[in-house]
C-alpha cells in the first residue's frame, strides 16, 4: 500500500473520459431539474415575455428563448447569483448550468436586458407560481399577514436630496462665495496700497480665488436647478442615481431605497402578493395589498392581519367595503390627556339609540348642527356638552381644558367600521401573535440567508422585476422544500395538465357554440325561403 501525505487529485495530463450526454452531468434528483420542469410548463408567450411569439420563419440572427434566460434567472436567485456577468461566467463554468441552458452561454448583457425588458412578465410569472401553488393546495386562502420592510436602492444617502438639504447647500454656497468676495476685495484693496512695481511671481491677482468663485457659483446654479425641479415635480426628493430611489426612515434608522410590501399567506408562508413602493410609511398600503392578496386567492373573505403602522380609518373602511376583515392594533397615540389626568375619548361611549356620547359624568353630549371636515379630510359629526351641566360638574378639572367651557368630540361618518374593528380585535390576540411568525419569515429568508438586501437595479420597473425574481426564488424554493423534487415535478405537470385540458374544454365549447350558432343561421335562412315564409 502506497503511504500519502494528503490525498492527491489526478494528473492533468491524463486521459479521462467525461460523461459523453449532458443529460448525465447532473443527478435524477438534483434540484435544477425543478427549474427546467416549472420553466417549460409556462407559455411565455401569454406571460408577455419579449420574443415568445417569434416565429421560426424570422430573419436574422436568432435571439435567446426567454425559456433559457428565464431559468437562468430563476437558478441565479435561487443560488444567490444576481448579477449578469456573475451568470454569464456560471453559464460557462457550472455544470448543472450547462445541464440547464443545453450548453449555452449568453452574454451579460443579454442576461441584463432580458431582466430590464421583461420586468411586467416576471411580474405575471410570480401571480403564475402563486395560482399553481393554489392550485396544488399549499395556500391556505384565508389569512394573509401584510408587512413592509426596507431594501436598499442603488443609489447613496448622499445622491438623493430634500428641500430642506437643497436650501441649506444653497445657503452654504452663498456663505463661502461672499467670504470669497471679500477675500478678493481685500485683496484689490491691498494691492492698491501698494507702491506700483512689476511683479515677476504672477501671485496676488487673485485668479485662483476667482477660479474658486466660478467653481462656487456653478455647483450653486446646479443646486438652485435642483430646487427648481424638485419643487416643479410636487415630490418631496430628487433622486439623482436612481430617481425612484427615496430616503427611508423608521424608528431612527435611515436608507436610500424603497420599501418593499407583502401579504403572506398563513398555511405555508408563501408570499400570494407583493408590491414596491418608495414611501417610508405603510399607511396607505392594507387596502391594496390585501385586495391583491385577495383577488389572486379568489377568497370570498380574508382575514389580513397587520401591524399598528397601517392603521388607518380611510384603509379600514375601504377593507370593510371589499369583504377584508383586517386586523390592525389601533396606536395608543401619544397619550397626552391621559398623562395629565385627564379623560380620553376611550372614556367616553356612543349610545347608538340617542345618537349621542355619554360621558364620565353620565351625561349625553348631543350632536351639533351641520359636517365639519377634520385635518384628514374626514367627515365627521361633532357632539357638544351642555356648558351650563359643565360648570358644575366635580369632574370638570379632569374633563375640560382651563379655558374651555365644554367638551366636544368628533364623529366620523363611518366610525361604526372603527366600532365593528375595535371590537373585533378584543379577540384577536392570538391572530396577531400569529401575525409577525408568518410575515417575517419571507424577509427573515431572503435579507439573512440569501443576503437579499438590496436592488441591483434603478428605476421602479426595473427594481419590480427584481423583486418579482426574489419572491419568485422564495415561492419556489418553499414548494419544493414542502412537496420534494418528484412530488413536485410531477405535481407541476398535473396541474399544467389540468390547466390546459380547461383551456381545450373551453375551446371546444366556443367551438360548438359557433356550430350551433352556423346551424341555427342556416335553417332560419332556409326557412325564409320556405315557401311558408
Ligand atoms: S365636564 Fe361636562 S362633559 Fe366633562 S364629565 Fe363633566 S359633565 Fe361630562
Request: glycine share 8%; charged share 30%; net charge positive.
Amino acid at each position: 500500500m502506497t503511504i500519502r501525505t494528503f490525498k492527491t487529485g489526478e494528473s492533468r495530463d491524463q486521459a479521462s473520459l467525461l460523461p459523453s450526454r449532458i443529460e448525465d452531468y447532473v443527478e435524477p434528483d438534483n434540484p435544477v431539474r425543478a427549474i427546467e420542469s416549472f420553466v417549460c410548463a409556462l407559455d411565455l408567450a401569454e406571460l408577455g415575455f419579449r420574443h415568445a411569439e417569434r416565429g421560426a420563419e424570422a430573419m436574422g440572427q436568432p435571439p435567446y428563448d426567454p425559456a433559457d434566460l428565464s431559468k437562468l434567472y430563476l437558478y441565479g436567485y435561487i443560488n444567490q447569483i444576481r448579477s449578469s456577468r456573475r451568470l454569464e461566467r456560471e453559464a460557462s463554468r457550472n455544470l448543472e448550468l450547462i445541464w440547464l441552458l443545453k450548453n449555452l452561454k449568453p452574454g451579460y448583457r443579454t442576461i441584463a436586458n432580458f431582466r430590464k425588458e421583461n420586468w411586467k412578465a416576471l411580474k405575471a410569472v410570480n401571480r403564475n407560481f402563486v395560482l399553481l401553488a393554489r392550485q396544488l393546495g399549499l395556500v391556505g386562502g384565508s389569512v394573509v399577514a401584510i408587512d413592509g420592510s426596507f431594501f436598499r436602492g442603488d443609489a447613496s444617502k448622499a445622491s438623493i436630496f430634500t428641500r430642506k438639504r437643497l436650501a441649506e447647500q444653497i445657503a452654504r454656497l452663498d456663505k463661502e462665495i461672499e467670504a470669497y468676495g471679500k477675500s478678493l476685495e481685500a485683496n484689490d484693496a491691498a494691492e492698491a496700497k501698494e507702491p506700483r512695481t512689476d511683479r515677476t511671481d504672477g501671485g496676488g491677482d487673485g485668479s485662483d480665488i476667482g477660479a474658486r468663485v466660478s467653481a462656487l457659483m456653478a455647483q450653486r446654479s446646479r443646486a438652485a436647478a435642483d430646487l427648481d425641479r424638485l419643487e416643479a415635480s410636487g415630490e418631496t426628493q430628487l433622486s439623482k442615481t436612481d430617481p425612484d430611489a427615496r430616503l427611508l426612515v423608521k424608528s431612527g434608522q435611515g436608507i436610500a431605497g424603497y420599501n418593499v410590501q407583502t401579504a403572506v399567506d398563513d398555511k405555508h408562508k408563501l408570499i400570494v402578493a407583493s408590491e414596491v413602493v418608495n414611501d417610508s410609511s405603510d399607511v396607505g398600503q392594507l387596502h391594496a395589498m390585501a385586495k391583491a392578496a385577495k383577488d389572486v386567492l379568489e377568497a370570498e373573505v380574508l382575514q389580513a392581519l397587520a401591524d399598528e403602522g397601517y392603521y388607518s380609518s380611510l384603509e379600514l373602511k375601504a377593507c370593510e367595503d371589499d369583504g377584508i376583515k383586517a386586523y390592525v392594533p389601533v396606536p395608543e397615540g401619544n397619550g397626552q390627556l391621559e398623562k395629565k389626568g385627564r379623560f380620553s375619548l376611550k372614556d367616553f361611549s356612543y349610545d347608538v339609540a340617542a345618537d349621542a356620547y355619554r360621558c364620565p359624568a353620565g351625561k349625553l353630549l348631543h350632536p351639533m348642527k351641520g359636517r365639519f371636515q377634520n385635518t384628514s379630510g374626514r367627515t365627521e359629526s361633532r357632539y357638544a356638552s351642555s356648558t351650563t351641566i359643565c360648570r358644575r360638574c366635580r369632574l370638570r378639572a379632569r374633563c375640560l381644558s382651563p379655558k374651555a367651557s365644554r367638551r366636544t368630540i368628533g364623529r366620523w361618518e363611518h366610525e361604526d367600521v372603527l366600532e365593528r374593528h375595535r371590537v373585533r380585535m378584543q379577540g384577536a390576540d392570538e391572530l396577531m401573535r400569529r401575525r409577525s411568525a408568518i410575515v417575517e419569515h419571507p424577509f427573515g429568508t431572503l435579507k439573512c440567508r440569501a443576503g437579499y438586501r438590496h436592488f441591483l437595479v434603478r428605476g421602479f420597473n426595473k427594481v419590480r422585476g427584481e423583486w418579482s425574481l426574489m419572491a419568485l426564488c422564495y415561492n419556489f424554493t418553499r414548494v419544493l422544500n414542502i412537496l420534494g423534487l418528484e412530488r413536485f415535478v410531477a405535481r407541476i405537470a398535473k396541474a399544467f395538465r389540468s390547466l390546459l385540458s380547461a383551456l381545450i374544454a373551453a375551446i371546444n365549447s366556443i367551438q360548438q357554440t359557433f356550430w350551433a350558432n352556423i346551424t341555427l343561421s342556416l335553417s332560419i335562412r332556409r326557412l325564409g325561403h320556405s315557401p311558408l315564409g
